[in-house]
């Protein structure tokens, strides 16, 4: 796997990244195009937006809040 480091650079009022043709090859991401991004164990991760899974973790996040208590417990 083929790494690229980026630095981060004052966009307005904003942090912002500016990704290179490489990075958005290996993305398949074009110009327009909304990508997302998760947490994960090691760091965090780049993906193609995909719609299904934002309705899949506003459901988790939802199921999460409500029940946070109960999963609170069952960490323990």
């Known amino acids: 796997m083929e790494t690229i480091t980026l630095t981060f650079r004052k966009i307005g009022n904003s942090l912002g990244l500016i990704l290179p ?3 958005t090859q290996m993305l398949g991401a074009v110009e327009g195009e909304s990508i ?9 991760r780049l993906t193609p937006f995909d719609p299904h899974f934002e309705q899949k973790m506003k459901a988790a996040d939802s199921l999460m809040s409500r029940y946070k208590n109960a999963l609170r417990e069952l960490a323990k």
């Open 21 to 23: 043709k490489e990075a």
């Open 36 to 44: 997302t991004l998760t947490q994960s164990p090691d760091g965090v």
